[in-house]
């Protein structure tokens, strides 16, 4: 999506400075768990990132990672009608300092464990239009809602470096439509080209980009 959901080569945010740390607090990785076994086990609706996407932007910017992540899930959950707006803050004053709750599921726990390590991987490509080596251009497009094409790479040349495999197009299955199968391909970029010249050395930016997104260069 455009806007500030989509932050990448935006000015003005400072540094990225990596830190190594998955979580930082103890919440976060009980989320993470959640968020997944929410999703294995049907009781959320609409798609991950395209909901988080519609968090308003002043909200959007003050929130931590996993802040936009709760906020997205218990968004979700209200979709599906498993929750009702106001059932989670309800539930926080009448549980105080009490015990959380907990259910015992191996099964669904198992489950989860197999999809988090690759269970819900990319089959491989069948006919990639592009191979590594093809030279590529980004389509110039404004989409109306998710994309996971991001705005810095629109327009740029690049060159093709692997083929992923096939999935489904994530912006078709963001706005409920039966989304094509596609190949994902890594494609290798030159930092010059997407962000102009700089005091700091050249570099590569490699981007993961779905079949439709890219053309032959004119």
Do not use: K, N
Request: glycine share 12%; with cysteine; proline share 8%.
């Amino acid at each position: 999506m455009d806007g500030v959901h989509d932050m990448g080569g935006m000015h003005g945010f400072g540094a990225v400075v990596p830190d190594g740390d998955v979580f930082h607090q103890d919440w976060e990785p009980r989320l993470f768990a959640l968020t997944r076994v929410a999703r294995l086990a049907g009781i959320t609706a609409g798609h991950s990132r395209a909901v988080i996407e519609s968090m308003p932007p002043d909200e959007y910017l003050a929130a931590s990672y996993y802040e936009r992540w709760l906020w997205g899930l218990e968004r979700r959950l209200e979709l599906a009608g498993s929750i009702a707006p106001g059932d989670v803050e309800a539930a926080i004053e009448r549980l105080g300092d009490a015990p959380l709750p907990e259910r015992d599921d191996p099964g669904l726990a198992r489950r989860s464990v197999e999809v988090q390590r690759g269970g819900e991987g990319m089959g491989a490509a069948t006919t990639p239009r592009f191979r590594p080596g093809d030279r590529v251009r980004v389509r110039r497009m404004r989409p109306a809602g998710h994309t996971r094409c991001p705005r810095y790479v629109r327009g740029a040349l690049g060159v093709i470096e692997r083929v992923h495999g096939d999935d489904l197009l994530a912006d078709a299955s963001a706005r409920g439509e039966d989304a094509p199968v596609e190949a994902v391909y890594a494609v290798r970029f030159r930092s010059e080209d997407l962000f102009g010249p700089s005091d700091e050395p050249p570099y590569r930016v490699l981007v993961d980009l779905s079949d439709s997104y890219l053309e032959e260069p004119g």
